[in-house]
């Protein structure tokens, strides 16, 4: 709950037509900064940079000056794709579509420098019963479509590891740059937990790094360096931390720079047949998901997988 008694803010929220419970703490504290000591004949949105969150596991911040949509998946510790990252993933992209402000999209992480995205969420695939497995990946499903299919330019900043589905998230979007330098690693490395990736996966490596190549990746399930990843064309870029947004947000406006029904139409032609295969057997698809995980050999090796990440730890 917030007690807003700013009366600058209530100014704005009239002005702007914005109401408060469309706004949480990251635009109300942004705006209170940005309008700071200003009396209310001086404020002007123009170079407010607009927060606005689906939920705080995707923070949106706007900037409208240059309509570009900055997205943070925010899911501690490691932005696991779980039921709240994944719905909150796609609410923002779909409100980002509808938002006349927003021409263009940027994901990247709040864990700058650490991990992008660390792939599905494995709890959420063992141990579960049948229908919390379907349920969960019609989620996955959905995110991918919304992603995938999204109808304004994206580009993924990659600030840290990126392996399974935090390779795939950055493969939904238009152009992929990431951190150089840092040990980071990228790849679907699904055969190492002893999972297959769906079908819509593999077709996004084969349509980023071609056929061959996305045999030796998938099948040995390689997690690459940014500078292997590069080579291997999974990326198409790679930067330091330090730069690596600005050099995104470049590469972001080449793409908002083209015509918007001509970029849309383009990319359907590109990617519309493997989305229409998906929507076609959606509920056959989370039923294979589902009666596929709970194996109970594919339970064993999901179950080790786990131990060894926390034994890592120790
Ligand atoms: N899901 C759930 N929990 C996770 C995940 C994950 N994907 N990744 C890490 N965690 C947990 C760890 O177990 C740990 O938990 P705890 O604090 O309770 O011990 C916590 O997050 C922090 O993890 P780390 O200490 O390992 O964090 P680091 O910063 O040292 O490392 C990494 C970050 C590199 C991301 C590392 O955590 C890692 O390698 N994670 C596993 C990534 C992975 O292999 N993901 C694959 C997911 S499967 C997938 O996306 C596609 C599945 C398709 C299914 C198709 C079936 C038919």
Same mark, same amino acid.
């Given at each position: 709950?917030?007690?807003?008694?700013?009366?600058?803010?209530?100014?704005?929220?009239?002005?702007?037509?914005?109401?408060?419970?469309?706004?949480?703490?990251f635009?109300?504290?942004?705006?209170?900064?940005?309008?700071?000591?200003?009396?209310?004949?001086?404020?002007?949105?123009?170079?407010?940079?607009?927060f606005?969150s689906?939920s705080d596991k995707m923070i949106v911040e706007?900037?409208?000056?240059?309509?570009?949509?900055t997205m943070y998946a925010n899911n501690a510790p490691v932005n696991?794709?779980?039921?709240?990252l994944?719905?909150a993933a796609?609410?923002?992209?779909?409100?980002?579509?509808?938002?006349?402000?927003?021409?263009?999209?940027l994901l990247t992480s709040k864990f700058d420098g650490q991990v992008f995205c660390?792939?599905?969420?494995?709890?959420?695939?063992?141990?579960?019963?049948?229908?919390?497995?379907?349920?969960?990946?019609?989620?996955?499903?959905?995110?991918?479509?919304?992603?995938?299919?999204?109808?304004?330019?994206?580009?993924?900043a990659?600030n840290g590891?990126?392996?399974?589905?935090?390779?795939?998230?950055?493969?939904?979007?238009?152009?992929?740059?990431?951190?150089?330098?840092?040990?980071?690693?990228?790849?679907?490395?699904?055969?190492?937990?002893?999972?297959?990736?769906?079908?819509?996966?593999?077709?996004?490596?084969?349509?980023?790094?071609?056929?061959?190549?996305?045999?030796?990746?998938?099948?040995?399930?390689?997690? !690459?360096? #940014?500078?292997?990843?590069? &080579?291997?064309?999974?990326?198409? *870029?790679?930067? /330091?931390?330090?730069?690596?947004n600005? @050099?995104?947000?470049?590469?972001?406006?080449?793409?908002?720079?083209?015509? !918007?029904? #001509?970029?849309?139409?383009? &990319?359907?032609?590109?990617?519309? *047949?493997?989305? /229409?295969?998906?929507?076609?057997?959606? @509920?056959?698809?989370?039923?294979?998901?589902?009666?596929?995980?709970?194996?109970?050999?594919?339970?064993?090796?999901?179950?080790?997988?786990?131990?060894?990440?926390?034994?890592?730890?120790?």
């Open positions: 709950m917030f007690c807003v008694t700013d009366k600058r803010l209530t100014y704005i929220f009239k002005k702007y037509n914005g109401s408060k419970e469309n706004m949480n703490r635009t109300i504290s942004a705006i209170l900064k940005s309008i700071k000591g200003k009396p209310i004949s001086s404020i002007s949105l123009k170079n407010v940079r607009c606005s689906s706007i900037d409208s000056q240059s309509g570009i949509a696991s794709l779980d039921s709240g994944l719905t796609v609410k923002a992209v779909k409100e980002a579509e509808r938002n006349p402000d927003v021409r263009g999209i660390a792939g599905l969420n494995i709890l959420d695939m063992y141990q579960k019963s049948h229908q919390h497995l379907v349920d969960y990946w019609t989620m996955v499903q959905d995110w991918y479509l919304a992603w995938y299919g999204c109808k304004k330019p994206t580009v993924a990659i590891h990126a392996p399974a589905g935090g390779c795939a998230w950055s493969m939904m979007c238009d152009y992929r740059i990431m951190q150089s330098g840092a040990g980071k690693t990228i790849g679907l490395n699904e055969t190492m937990l002893g999972i297959v990736a769906p079908f819509f996966f593999v077709e996004l490596i084969q349509s980023t790094i071609g056929h061959r190549a996305s045999e030796e990746a998938l099948l040995k399930g390689l997690l !690459l360096s #940014a500078e292997d990843a590069l &080579k291997y064309g999974m990326i198409d *870029d790679i930067e /330091k931390l330090e730069n690596l600005s @050099k995104a947000i470049k590469e972001l406006k080449a793409f908002m720079a083209i015509n !918007l029904n #001509a970029y849309q139409g383009s &990319k359907m032609l590109l990617r519309q *047949d493997v989305m /229409k295969r998906l929507i076609a057997v959606k @509920k056959e698809d989370a039923e294979f998901f589902a009666n596929f995980v709970s194996q109970p050999q594919v339970q064993e090796s999901i179950g080790n997988y786990v131990a060894s990440l926390k034994a890592r730890k120790k």
